[in-house]
């Protein structure tokens, strides 16, 4: 039982190019969701879905698109990546909505845009 | 929209003492959850502890405890004997439950924990 895993954990980007950061989880959770870390804040939430099939914004959605295809994936697409976008990024999911549901987060990925 | 403040940025302890982090939050809501997560150098986040807004009894998980005062809108961790282990950053967050899965944790900034030896 892996939980959530994320690849890359590191990438470097240049201004303008494109990437796709990758979130799997084994649990069986139905929702899903990424999130944002800035240096020295707390994590900011991107975009989440409740299903497969089913995705919808968070606080700071623009410069991201996602996609949910099957219930283990949920991939973050980078278009024309900004030195905003400049961060760590997080995955988690949970079985069910409410807070007596523990987000499991995934390892991160540290990237860079230049 | 609700907020988290930590107002501690950094804060340090000896091993085997005791020591209290900050939270402060806003909100009008009655119905909540609040959780303190801990972020140790490797960046995994990792639930620490949790409260029901609507228990007015205080969560306790072994050495970790809150103070839950839902009047003064605050919600203090404090971790007991501390541990090397311990060091890391603390995050302080915030959920209101909604219908349809649109939950979301608004974190506080965070306080970084050293516990020196």
């Known amino acids: 039982n892996a939980g959530v895993t994320q690849t890359p954990k590191f990438r470097i980007l240049k201004i303008g190019q494109s990437m796709t950061l990758q979130c799997t989880q084994d649990?069986?959770?139905?929702?899903m969701y990424w999130y944002r870390q800035d240096p020295g804040m707390g994590l900011k939430l991107i975009y989440y879905?409740?299903?497969?099939?089913?995705?919808d914004k968070g606080e700071v959605p623009n410069g991201y698109n996602v996609s949910r295809s099957t219930t283990e994936d949920f991939p973050l697409r980078l278009e024309l990546a900004a030195p905003s976008q400049t961060s760590v990024y997080f995955c988690?999911?949970?079985?069910?909505?409410?807070?007596?549901?523990?987000?499991?987060f995934g390892p991160g990925t540290r990237l860079t845009v230049t | 929209a609700q907020t988290v403040t930590q107002s501690q940025p950094e804060m340090s302890v000896q091993e085997a003492e005791t020591v209290t982090l900050s939270c402060t939050y806003d909100?009008?809501?009655?119905?909540?959850?609040l959780f303190w997560y801990k972020q140790p150098p490797s960046r995994q986040m990792i639930l620490v502890i949790r409260?029901?807004?609507?228990?007015?009894q205080n969560a306790t998980e072994n050495r970790f405890s809150v103070n839950f005062q839902k009047a003064a809108k605050s919600f203090s961790l404090k971790i007991s004997d501390s541990q090397l282990g311990d060091t890391a950053m603390y995050f302080c967050?915030?959920?209101?439950?909604?219908?349809?899965?649109?939950?979301?944790?608004?974190f506080g900034k965070g306080t970084k924990l050293t516990v020196n030896p």
């Open positions: 649990m069986n959770h139905n929702y």
């Open positions: 967050a915030f959920m209101k439950p909604t219908q349809g899965g649109s939950e979301k944790l608004v």
């Open positions: 909100t009008s809501e009655n119905n909540y959850y």
């Open positions: 988690a999911s949970s079985y069910s909505s409410g807070g007596a549901y523990e987000q499991y």
């Open positions: 879905s409740v299903g497969a099939g089913i995705t």
């Open positions: 409260q029901e807004a609507y228990k007015q």
